[in-house]
């Protein structure tokens, strides 16, 4: 089964900052990757499909890009209500496991 | 708008069986495929198991595979994760979700409920 795998797993910024968060399979994933934000307390929120595809309502400073195995998830400037633990997801195939997530912290 | 509602969560002992229900609306439910995710107490998000729209295809995570069972009854809006066997391990909170487009397309979850909690203890 493929894996996926987060870097960092937690990372401090300012607000303001450019933030880049990876997300890596294991085997080639084509553009079949999701990525979710989950706020703490709440339930998680799609931001991101097809790798780059932003999923309406979703603010322009965050975009995401990549293809085959290796992916980003970019803040281009980070906001207080950023907030929060994001994860990637393949969905190409199953099974369809999640990143092990990113924590997003302010400064 | 969409809505989807769990429930049937609750406490139970290891090695006993709890079934889970989520109920639909705001969409057609009987044309989109749908997940269950899980969350332990403070830990990442864990894909648990998807059900095609007809029910008809089933897949699990290896970590349930074998002590769970998804289903779907489409004339009621509702879907179902038959959970036996039960294990400290399998304490979380529980999630439907659903797909974000209808068919057999792959697409990612874009509509969760508010999750259920299920705590396996003695």
């Known amino acids: 089964d493929i894996q996926m795998t987060q870097s960092p797993s937690s990372l401090s910024a300012s607000v303001g900052d450019r933030v880049t968060i990876t997300c890596r399979a294991s085997?080639?994933?084509?553009?079949?990757l999701a990525w979710y934000q989950q706020k703490p307390g709440k339930v998680p929120k799609l931001l991101i499909y097809?790798?780059?595809t932003l999923q309406s309502g979703v603010p322009s400073r965050f975009s995401g890009s990549g293809s085959g195995t290796d992916f980003t998830l970019t803040i281009s400037s980070l906001q207080p209500e950023d907030v929060a633990t994001y994860y990637c997801?393949?969905?190409?195939?199953?099974?369809?496991?999640f990143g092990g997530g990113t924590k997003v912290e302010i400064k | 708008e969409v809505q989807l509602l769990e429930s049937g969560g609750g406490l139970v002992q290891p090695g006993g069986s709890l079934r889970l229900s989520c109920a639909a609306s705001?969409?057609?439910?009987?044309?989109?495929?749908m997940n269950w995710v899980r969350q332990a107490p403070g830990k990442g998000l864990e894909w648990v198991s998807v059900?095609?729209?007809?029910?008809?295809?089933?897949h699990y995570a290896d970590s349930v595979k074998g002590r769970f069972t998804i289903s779907r009854d489409n004339s009621k809006n509702t879907l179902y994760l038959q959970m036996n066997s039960l294990r400290a391990e399998d304490t979380a909170v529980y999630y439907c979700?659903?797909?974000?487009?209808?068919?057999?397309?792959?697409?990612?979850?874009?509509?969760w409920g508010q999750g259920t909690l299920v705590t396996v203890s003695s």
């Open positions: 097809a790798a780059s």
């Open positions: 059900i095609s729209d007809s029910g008809s295809i089933t």
């Open positions: 997801q393949k969905y190409n195939s199953d099974p369809r496991p």
């Open positions: 085997q080639g994933i084509s553009n079949y």
């Open positions: 705001g969409f057609t439910f009987s044309t989109y495929g």
């Open positions: 979700a659903k797909k974000r487009v209808a068919g057999g397309s792959p697409h990612p979850a874009d509509d």
